[in-house]
Each structure stands twice: as structure tokens, then as C-alpha cells.
């Protein structure tokens, strides 16, 4: 589901949704569009640098109020620019949680 978010939104804004170039920058991307993973989400990283990474950008972000408001821009460029519908099927398919993510059955009812 991921993968197809991303293709929509590069449909969506004729390029590429998340242009990182490097893992770090890619990552820093998500925070920016997604803001803070959730608690849970964050525990079931398994690779030691990665839950690192993950942990430093969220005490970032939840330090500096200008990035979590980055996020929230985003998501209302999105619903502003392409509508709410639009926007949250986006949204459903690029959430952090793979566990929480909509599923395809679920976003053919969207």
C-alpha cells in the first residue's frame, strides 16, 4: 500500500513524493509529510540504528513545534489542493504503521 501512496502522489504533484537522497534525508521526508510515529510503531523497530534514527527525529520534532506544524501543512496542502477524499486515501496508504495501514480491500471501499 505504501508504494502505491507514493505513485499517487507523484501523480498527484508530478514528482516525486518523498525525493530523499540519502535513507537519513528520505526518513527526515516522512517526518515532515507524516509528523511523529506512534509509540507502538516505534517499538516493533527492530534494527538498532533504525529505532536510533527513528527516536532522535521524534525528539526533534517534538522539540521544535515549527516542525510538527511542517507536517500538518502537508496534510492540509493535500486536502486543500486535491480534496479531502483524495487526500485521505493518500494518507491511508503512506500511514508509518504497516499495522494500521488500509489495507487493499479496504481502500477499493474508500
Known amino acids: 500500500m505504501w508504494a502505491i501512496g507514493c505513485v499517487l502522489g507523484e501523480l498527484l504533484l508530478r514528482k516525486p ?62 486536502i486543500d489542493t486535491f480534496g479531502a477524499t483524495v487526500s485521505s486515501f493518500l494518507f491511508s496508504c503512506i500511514s508509518w504503521d504497516p499495522h494500521t495501514r488500509s489495507t487493499a480491500a479496504e481502500l477499493l471501499n474508500h
Not at 517499538?43 to 506544524?69: G, H, M, P, T, Y
Open 17 to 78: 513524493l518523498f525525493p530523499g537522497t540519502t535513507s537519513d534525508d528520505q526518513l527526515y521526508l516522512y517526518f515532515d509529510t507524516l509528523g511523529v510515529p506512534g509509540l507502538s510503531f516505534r517499538n516493533r523497530i527492530r534494527k538498532q540504528r533504525s529505532r536510533e534514527l527513528v527516536e532522535s527525529f521524534c525528539s526533534e520534532f517534538d522539540n521544535n513545534n515549527n516542525r510538527a506544524i511542517e507536517a500538518e501543512k502537508s496534510r492540509q496542502y493535500f
